[in-house]
């Protein structure tokens, strides 16, 4: 049973008083389940600010070792992390953040094969994965298990950010807005490359979209692709339907 004393109160003070939070709002937060694919540029603030936030439980997925090039955008890690594996190392410092957070660590890739028990007991699935492999199956699955999905793409100076709750039937889903699968070199930072703000702006966006999906905010983007440039803070967010015989149509 969640214990709400004098700790709790102090360490949560500046969002309970927040009118569209509260203490019932905090509750829910302390309550949910959040499962994270990918520990990078978009996994590691997003993990953070969450866990500041209180989330209740976190789960983790990254298979990769923390490299030198990462430190530009990888805000929990620093040099003497290198060659240490990322979940390792998240778990120890979410921690040390917010000791009262579950975290749960898994270090391996996700794939179809794995998938179901990784994600069954977690109520929002988030994605900061690199690919669109990954992403075309994380929206598959949070469909088939009525899931919320919040989906995270950065390159150069770009992000967008979607958000699915298929607890509603009505609900559009990735492959609604990409009809045919991109190609994942649009998101490949060693070819392109990637500002660290821009990582960190945009995981910021997502664990912002995440908070207001558990505190039951109408103010969300669902059914909706935000699209921000920080070079030149254009930004806008494009709302879009279910198309007819779609994986989310059936």
Do not use: W
Not at 17 to 45: D, E, H, M, R
């Amino acid at each position: 049973m969640m214990k709400i004393d004098k700790i709790y109160l102090d360490r949560y003070s500046r969002q309970i008083v927040l009118k569209n939070i509260g203490i019932s709002g905090q509750k829910k937060i302390t309550s949910s389940k959040v499962f994270i694919v990918g520990a990078g540029g978009l996994g590691c603030p997003i993990a953070d600010l969450l866990c500041r936030a209180g989330v209740g439980e976190i789960g983790i997925i990254d298979y990769d070792k923390i490299s030198l090039s990462n430190l530009n955008r990888q805000t929990l890690f620093d040099t003497s992390d290198i060659n240490r594996y990322k979940v390792d190392i998240l778990k120890k410092k979410l921690k040390k953040i917010n000791p009262t957070v579950k975290v749960n660590i898994f270090n391996k890739k996700i794939d179809n094969k794995n998938i179901n028990k990784l994600i069954s007991k977690y109520q929002i699935i988030v994605d900061a994965s690199d690919n669109f492999k990954t992403k075309f199956l994380l929206n598959e699955k949070s469909i088939k298990y009525k899931k919320k999905l919040i989906v995270g793409a950065i390159s150069r100076f770009d992000g967008h950010i979607f958000v699915f709750n298929f607890n509603n039937n009505k609900s559009a889903c990735l492959k609604c807005f990409y009809q045919e699968k991109p190609s994942d070199d649009i998101l490949n930072c060693d070819q392109e490359g990637i500002l660290g703000t821009t990582a960190t702006i945009l995981g910021s966006f997502q664990a912002n979209e995440i908070i207001k999906l558990i505190i039951g905010s109408k103010n969300n983007l669902n059914n909706s692709i935000l699209i921000l440039n920080t070079l030149n803070l254009n930004q806008r967010i494009v709302k879009f339907k279910k198309i007819k015989k779609c994986v989310c149509d059936l």
